[in-house]
């Protein structure tokens, strides 16, 4: 019979080498396999442990570092924890939950499984009740410090087994939906690695290892070493599945806390993907940029791209050697186009912040807006440095974009120029023929991007060209996109067609003096431009249009809704910008304006539910549907005249 060693390391094998290769139609073939020989496995170990000669076995086990439990015991739990394992990538999770629940019992860890968590105990509908709520507070309250730790479970021959065992259960949990139940084993497992650390003077022992021979053991040491490296790497899956479980219980803040976490263990071990670090910490930015936190956000994507440079370098040089040379390169490609893209809404989101800051600014006095300034700039230090990746050495790239709002135009010119950089890169990749919907969203942000300048351009003239250039980029979009398959983005574009237009009409208007007619050069540039902007909001609107009947919905569907009424608005607005040389035609424009007043405050008032969100315009519309018969009776007076 072969040994125990042998039997293991052909079970592990079969579990995690062969298991690859299981064909579609058996995909556990090797894992039911392995399950067979740990069985096996299992019912020697039991056997040994009800020998009488075990104690003097387990003696000398003890003098080699593992001490609290004996090695057949610990092997034990080693067994069943991989039975465990295999039960859970088997999609039998009660069973899988047994074992892990068993082989935390085998090391002394009775207080992991005893504090309510079970399969029997769980009540789904209070946790969701309480997740639905938004009261993440009391869901994160249950702790896993209340179980007491058994010394027997903070060994080097355990350590790396209790952490194991409670990462499993923290995904078995958590792939239930159950992220409370997950959270408290993830969390056990945190405590156990850090006691042992506080408490421990010995390397610990891998998995592994306690399957090995005394020879294997003792030929250079590399076991403490590898058994310090897997125990760091099982800490750093713990903060890994934390940040996915706070996730999901609402707990953001804390969420991108282990993310964070996890990328600096992951830089720190240097054990990691480049391609997939730079896309996690990429997209951890955008949650820093989203709260405001710009200097956070931007160390996060200068390191993204600090690791994507060491990666382009390795695919250039492995191009004539490796056959996979091809997909290495399209998925570098990818990530780049990822991160760049990552880039530009940064860059967005900077100039849009600003922009808000800016206008908040105007509506306070200066000096108390200066010191809330301070003390925003104070915090973002600290957080800072908090956060910084001290692996990685980007200063050069943080340098080249802001990392604080800005105020100047130049100051804006210079993040919109690195923003349409990257989202130019970006686009070089998402091409229209190959990702049509990725494609749009990027030329949409590009025309946002000339949107957030021309906030800061006190040039009227110029900031017409930077709307033209908002309306070159959408209008080639349009005409290429099918209303049938890309119905949702051709709404949008009408619709930031229809503003654009607007905003130009505006800028065109302030060059006329109040109270004086535009010369006849202007008067047809701004109604070539309200025309324009009609026409886009009427091709919106007739996109909502029920295709049976033609006809506007009585009831708009509630995404569309606001959108659908400020639409009305903004077209009677536009009609009464229209300049026109004699009365009738201004009378006729008049009563264009009318109608769509009167079109948003009759539906308003059919449904009052929509009064909320749109209780300025409706405000607005009220007051005209009342001045502007009033205005058109004086140019009937003067028609007749």
Known sequence: MASVEDQYQKALQLSQDESTSDPDSEPYKSKYA????????????????????????????????????????????????????????????????????????????????????????????????????????????????????NPTAITPATIALAVSCHNQLGILWSNRGLYTKAKYHLDRANIFYMEYTRRSTKP??????????????????????SGTTALEKLHTLTFYYLAQVYGHLGAAERSAWYCHSTLQRQLASKDYEPLEWAINAATLAQFYQGK???????????????????????????????????????????????????????????????????????????????????????????????????????????????????????EARAVFLCGLRWLTTARQYYTLEDHATDHVTLTQEMSQLYKALAFFEPSEDRRCKMHKRRIDLLTVLIKELNPQYYLNVCRQIFYELGETYSAMMDDKLALVPMGIQPAPPQARKINTLATSSIQQFLHYLDSLKDKTTGEQPMVYPEDCMRPALVAWFHLGRLWSKLVATDPQTKLQNLAQSLQNYKRLVEYCDQNPECQSVMSQEVAVCREMVQLLPLKMEQYRTLTHC
């Open 34 to 149: 392995a399950r067979e020989i740990f069985e096996e496995l299992k019912s020697r170990l039991s056997k040994q442990l009800d020998e009488d000669d075990i104690e003097d076995e387990e003696s000398a086990f003890v003098e080699e570092g593992v001490d609290g439990v004996g090695l057949v015991r610990a092997r034990m739990a080693a067994v069943v924890y991989h039975l465990g394992v295999i039960a859970v990538e088997t999609e039998e999770l009660s069973t899988g939950e047994e074992h892990l629940n068993k082989a935390l019992m085998i090391i002394g860890d009775e207080g992991g499984i005893t504090s309510g968590i079970s399969s029997l105990s769980v009540d789904d509908a209070e946790v969701a009740s309480v997740a639905l709520s938004g009261d993440t507070e009391s869901l994160l309250s249950a702790s896993s410090e209340s179980s007491s730790l």
């Open 292 to 410: 405001e936190k710009f200097r956070v956000a931007r160390h996060l994507l200068a390191s993204a791209s600090k690791v994507l440079a060491g990666v382009e370098a390795e695919v250039d040089m492995s191009q004539a050697e490796a056959d996979d040379t091809t997909h290495k390169r399209e998925k570098f490609e990818q990530c780049r186009a990822d991160v760049a893209r990552c880039w530009g809404r940064y860059c967005l989101g900077l100039l849009q912040v600003s922009c808000e800051r800016i206008t908040e600014r105007q509506e306070q006095e200066h000096h108390q807006q200066e010191e809330e300034e301070e003390e925003e700039e104070e915090e973002e230090e600290v957080l800072d440095k908090q956060l910084e990746f001290v692996q990685l050495e980007v200063s050069d790239l943080e340098g080249e974009v802001a990392g604080s709002a800005v105020v100047e135009f130049e």
């Open 204 to 225: 610990p022992r891998t998995i592994y290892s306690l399957f090995s021979t005394g020879s294997e053991k003792s030929c250079n040491g590399m076991d403490d070493i």
